[in-house]
């Protein structure tokens, strides 16, 4: 009985397809007229578990060039991300990365 092929050991195995890593996206805070600085830094904190300082640089480089990226995440996390920011009142969107 003579083996296939397929049953060789020297038959390189087929080549699986290569699964593409999920797509970053960045959550971007945006400037508004609306919010205290005290109270984009708390919201930040809250949502994000950012740390004091860090948070208020969000917030300070949002109110200063009118977008700050305060996250990069997975497309569906991101979007929780800004529904949660959005649920606090700030101004919030995503953007593949």
């Known amino acids: 009985m003579s083996a296939t092929l397929v049953d060789s050991p020297t038959t390189p195995a087929p080549a699986r397809p290569r699964t593409a890593a ?8 945006h400037n508004d007229d609306v ?36 996250a ?11 529904e949660q920011l959005q649920s606090c009142g700030l101004t919030s969107t995503i953007e593949p990365d």
Do not use: C, M, Y
Not at 22 to 29: G, T
Not at 72 to 82: D, F, G, V, Y
């Open 22 to 29: 999920p797509r970053a996206w960045k959550v971007l805070l």
């Open 35 to 70: 919010n205290s600085f005290e109270h984009v830094i708390r919201s930040l904190r809250g949502v994000l578990r950012l740390q004091l300082e860090l948070a208020w640089g969000a917030a300070d480089e949002a109110h200063r060039e009118g977008l700050a990226t305060v």
């Open 72 to 82: 990069r995440s997975h497309r569906e996390h991101a979007e929780l991300i800004q």
